[in-house]
């Protein structure tokens, strides 16, 4: 499994916003933090603010900052929120896969649940 850059720009978005929580900050500052597009990280800033994880402040002052403590949030979830955790083209039931009594699937959703179950047990307080 890989985690998309878009999840990845995402925790570093978390990251960046728990270490500066005395203050606003902007995305063009988190973008030319991580040498990132602006534009994509407004798009991860959309998804976190209707997630609850990020308040976004309008004005001339405006920017960005946690909604929640970083003990609130769990990674586990974050990972759900952002990624497509489809990983087979067979995930779901369909008659056309030309492999009869195929295990695969089932041995992939096992993994991707113990995979999940770790990050269910770490917030973001785990990792600053």
Excluded: W
């Amino acid at each position: 499994m890989k985690i998309t850059q878009f999840t990845d720009y995402s925790f570093r978005l978390l990251l960046f916003l728990s270490h500066t929580r005395d203050r606003v900050v902007t995305v063009r500052e988190v973008a030319a933090y991580y040498d990132i597009s602006a534009e994509h990280l407004k798009k991860i800033v959309r998804s976190l603010s209707e997630a609850g994880h990020i308040q976004t402040v309008r004005g001339k002052h405006g920017g960005l900052r946690l909604r929640r403590e970083p003990h609130e949030i769990n990674l586990g979830r974050l990972l759900r929120e952002q990624e497509n955790l489809t990983l087979l083209p067979c995930h779901e039931p369909c008659d056309t896969c030309p492999v009869e009594n195929c295990k695969l699937r089932g041995l992939v959703d096992e993994a991707l649940t113990s995979f999940l179950r770790h990050f269910d047990d770490k917030t973001l307080a785990d990792v600053i």
